[in-house]
């Protein structure tokens, strides 16, 4: 049974497994030698320049989720229904334990993907100073692009966006910020 302790966090007591090992953040992975996983010549490049800007989640009631997330203590930024030329798109936007959530009842992608999109986590939106860039370095790598680059403007800004999808089938977005409203 879950147990209140101080500074609203919840502490859960699981009987029967072992304490969990922590380990230093040094020791967590191994390093990893260049030398044996590129081919001989070719040297490393430096990798994306991005940081998380939001994770997305597909849910079935946008209002019902965010007043949930708020009462967890999030803060809602905005909550409104786009008009685009694929129809209208309702979504909300939160700020919640260091990072935001975008929660939508139909993601903008789903329709360009080989099956359906149940509801839960969808992508990760990576924030990178120049899309186009990256996409080129992206699609050397074998990245499908689901949505070329677009410019979207709504209530959080205008934005350069682009949706992708790595060799192994896990959806991102590539996003630059034209203008924060947020």
Known sequence: MPKQTGGGTVAVALTGMPPPRIRPR??????????????????RQKGMDARLWNIGMKVRDVKA??????????????????????????YAL???????LFLTPVTVFEGRLPGPLPE?????????ADVDR????????????????????AALGSRRLAFCRSPGGLVFE???IRESLV
């Open 120 to 128: 839960g986590l969808t992508h990760a939106v990576f924030e990178v």
């Open 65 to 90: 989720e965010a007043d949930y997330f708020v009462a967890l203590g999030a803060d809602l930024r905005i909550h409104e229904t786009l008009s685009t030329p694929d129809g209208t798109f309702e």
């Open 94 to 100: 939160l700020d919640f334990a260091g990072t935001r």
């Open 174 to 176: 590539v996003l630059q």
């Open 26 to 43: 040094s020791d967590a992975l191994p390093s990893i030698d260049p030398a044996k996983t590129l081919p001989e010549g070719e040297e």
């Open 134 to 153: 990256e996409l080129e370095r992206l699609v050397a790598l074998g990245t499908e692009v689901l949505i070329p680059p677009i410019e979207v403007s």
